[in-house]
């Protein structure tokens, strides 16, 4: 189960947050506009991300850019 060691895996790249408009989610309480992230796993739609409370958290690829 991958998901219990996901903060001490090595990290596969970074990211840099590109906007927090969500329609649906409020993703503003979590990331940080202009803020890079370190990406621990990734799928075809989403990025699972250390963000701003220190936990990993799935987000849409739409919100990112490569650093």
Same mark, same amino acid.
Request: some cysteine; aromatic content about 16%.
């Given at each position: 189960?991958? !998901? +219990?060691?996901?903060? *001490?895996?090595?990290?596969? &790249? #970074? @990211? #840099?947050? @590109? !906007?927090?408009?969500?329609? &649906?989610?409020? @993703?503003?309480? @979590?990331?940080? *506009? =202009?803020?890079? +992230? $370190?990406? &621990?796993? $990734?799928?075809? *739609? +989403?990025? /699972?991300?250390?963000?701003?409370? =220190? #936990?990993?958290? =799935? /987000?849409? #690829?739409?919100?990112?850019?490569?650093?």
């Amino acid at each position: 189960m991958i !998901h +219990y060691d996901w903060t *001490e895996r090595p990290t596969l &790249k #970074k @990211v #840099k947050c @590109v !906007h927090t408009n969500a329609e &649906k989610y409020m @993703v503003n309480n @979590v990331l940080t *506009e =202009g803020n890079l +992230y $370190e990406v &621990k796993n $990734e799928t075809d *739609e +989403y990025y /699972f991300v250390i963000d701003n409370s =220190g #936990k990993i958290g =799935g /987000f849409y #690829k739409e919100y990112f850019q490569d650093a």
